[in-house]
């Protein structure tokens, strides 16, 4: 309660900034008439002046104005299905497992390393995290790192509930995933963890139960379903006593282990090694292979899921409104040097372990052909491009960032001729509660691009000045106060505003991993990125069933664009020559 809370911009400024925006994706017809919807709603005394009201009065009253809304309206309002439409992922650096022991003995070490991170949650010693740009040093909102470890969405018919319970005591539980079968591992109260050699035990244990019942219904691939089909079955489930408690104990962990099995490969891969293939092993951990694989083996919902393949493949899977990408981070960077440091040698007397019972009683028919099709459906390419990272952008006095924005740019109109929406995430956490606002790069003049170049694009949208969630705040404003939506919210050009035929994020990694997501609308690409010294690593998602879009293409037009920018750069027009780097 110290952080200042989230401004609500100034109307006019706001409408300003919408203008210049959405000018560069809409026809010069349809622009001119949302000036005139612009011009209308910010009147004197008018509609916009009254809704700007209730925002302001709404600031005033609230932690944060915008936080419930925007929550509803990004993820729990959605009703897709979250596997590959919202959950991001961590891909890990690949582990070569020998044997059965050797995978067992990696996954317990992580889920150490995860309970060391828990430890710094549960005694309040997790660092403050601070701005390192603007304003530097000024203390970031930690609420969401607080919430990994003790949330569950809840399928809802008309909208998910986000249940959270910071509060939680007693003795402490996961559930591990084997074969589409769940099973409750405690691991110790507060402060008296488990210990690594116990649970490389209990693993084991799992592995041969697992292993011996083969014909346990494949009741996770609800969680893949849409929102309100996952509801309706749940309801159903809900009817039976045993599986009303097997739900209860799946939703109350703190997060869940998948020990998947081993696939072949088979999507997008051009490495003749496809175990190590960065593509293939980011769709393992994005969906699983599919249904006849280890798409089962998965409980969507739940915040993390630890994901660890007896073919070396690993990472996390990661329910996305609780927290944002850079929560994940943290907790992996951590977990990844507690490994380093510690070896866990303390021992500890065994739990005794059963077979979560949901499988025993269940009478559902489960339908997998959506999500057998979502997962044949996703066109992903995961890229390392080498030629330079961020230490060349750097030197040449511009933001890493914005340069990479920049290409995603470029290297979308020379395959659609045009600009589009683009979303790219920018926190806001400097605020009380405070999450992300959006960060658009699809600006129109030369001096927004030098702007740009200079990183100068972001300090109004992280100062909470940005425009999406003003515009949302706005919107939503005229619902509470019982109004008819005001033109600017059924304008034409506003819904081409909202889709993002190009959503991006980047999320700093100091170890060897990355990060991936789905596209958010049918006809666009989810780009994440992230610069390191001397490359840059790209995970690129579209679907195949559009035809106007290719990751592979992305890609490629991608490698060219960064190249294009580096000679721009370096042109020397006194020789007339590039420079040499």
């Known amino acids: 309660h110290t952080l200042p809370k989230l401004p609500v911009p100034e109307l006019q400024s706001t409408m300003d900034k919408y203008l210049s925006l959405v000018k560069t994706v ?8 949302t000036q005139r919807i612009v011009a209308d709603f910010c009147k004197p005394h008018g509609l916009g002046q009254q809704l700007q009201d209730y925002l302001l009065s709404r600031q005033q ?40 022991r050797h995978q067992v003995r990696i996954t317990a070490k992580l889920i150490c390393g995860m309970l060391d991170f828990k430890n710094l949650l549960d005694t309040r010693t997790l660092p403050i995290e601070r701005c390192k740009n603007k304003e530097k040093g000024q203390p970031l909102c930690m609420e969401q790192h607080y919430r990994l470890f003790s949330s569950y969405r809840q399928p809802g018919h008309d909208v ?29 109260t507060f402060g008296d963890p488990i210990c690594e050699a116990d649970l490389c035990l209990q693993l084991s244990r799992i592995l041969n139960m697992a292993e011996n019942n083969k014909q346990s219904p494949e009741v996770g691939v609800l969680t893949s379903q849409s929102r309100n089909d996952w509801a309706e079955h749940r309801d159903h489930l809900l009817e039976d006593e045993t599986n009303r408690i097997s739900l209860q104990t799946l939703e109350n962990c703190l997060f ?81 040097s507690v490994i380093i440091i510690n070896t866990f ?6 739990e005794h372990m059963t077979p979560d019972p949901a499988s025993k009683r269940l009478s559902i028919s489960i339908n997998f052909t959506e999500t057998g099709w979502l997962v044949e459906d996703l066109d992903l390419c995961v890229y390392r491009f080498e030629g330079y990272g961020q230490d060349f952008i750097k030197s040449q006095s511009m933001s890493p960032d914005a340069f990479i924005q920049l290409s995603l740019q470029l290297t979308y109109y020379k395959i659609h001729g045009t600009l589009t929406s683009t979303y790219e995430s920018a926190s806001v956490r400097r605020f009380r509660l405070g999450r992300v606002d959006v960060i658009r790069a699809n600006s129109q003049a030369a001096l927004t691009w030098i702007r740009a170049m200079l990183g100068q694009t972001d300090n109004t949208t992280i100062l909470g000045h940005g425009v999406d969630l003003h515009l949302l705040g706005l919107r939503e404003a005229a619902v509470e106060l019982g109004l008819q939506t005001p033109d600017l919210f059924t304008d034409l050009s506003y819904k081409e505003f909202n889709t993002f035929r190009l959503s991006t994020s980047q999320v700093p990694t100091v170890s060897d991993y990355w990060m991936g997501y789905g596209a958010v609308v049918p006809d666009g690409y989810g780009v994440y990125y992230n610069p390191q010294p001397d490359f840059i690593t790209f995970c690129v998602a579209s679907f195949f069933s559009c035809m106007d879009t290719s990751s592979d293409m992305f890609v490629n037009s991608l490698e060219s664009s960064l190249l294009q920018m580096a000679e721009l750069c370096t042109y020397d027009p006194n020789n007339s020559t590039i420079k040499q780097r």
Not at 79 to 85: C, K
């Open 26 to 33: 809409v026809s010069p017809e349809e622009y001119a008439r």
């Open 160 to 188: 998910d509930v986000l249940r959270t319970n910071l509060h939680a005591t007693g003795n402490e539980y996961i559930v591990v995933a084997c074969n589409n079968q769940f099973y409750k591992v405690e691991v110790g």
């Open 345 to 350: 040698v303390q021992q500890k007397g065994l």
């Open 256 to 336: 869940l282990v998948c020990l998947d099995k081993a696939t072949v490969p088979s999507f997008g891969c051009s490495r003749k090694d496809l175990v190590t293939d960065l593509t293939a092993r980011t769709h393992h951990i994005i969906h699983g292979q599919g249904v006849r694989n280890n798409t089962c083996n998965r409980w969507m919902d739940k915040t993390i899921q630890l994901i660890v393949s007896e073919n070396g493949t690993c990472g996390i899977n990661m329910e996305h409104s609780v927290a944002d990408g850079i929560a994940l981070g943290h907790m992996v960077e951590h977990t990844f």
């Open 61 to 100: 009253n609230t932690d944060n104005w915008a936080t419930d809304w925007w929550l509803n309206d990004m993820y729990l309002n959605v009703r897709l299905p979250l596997i590959i439409n919202s959950n991001p992922v961590a891909v890990f650096p690949y582990q070569r497992f020998p044997s059965r």
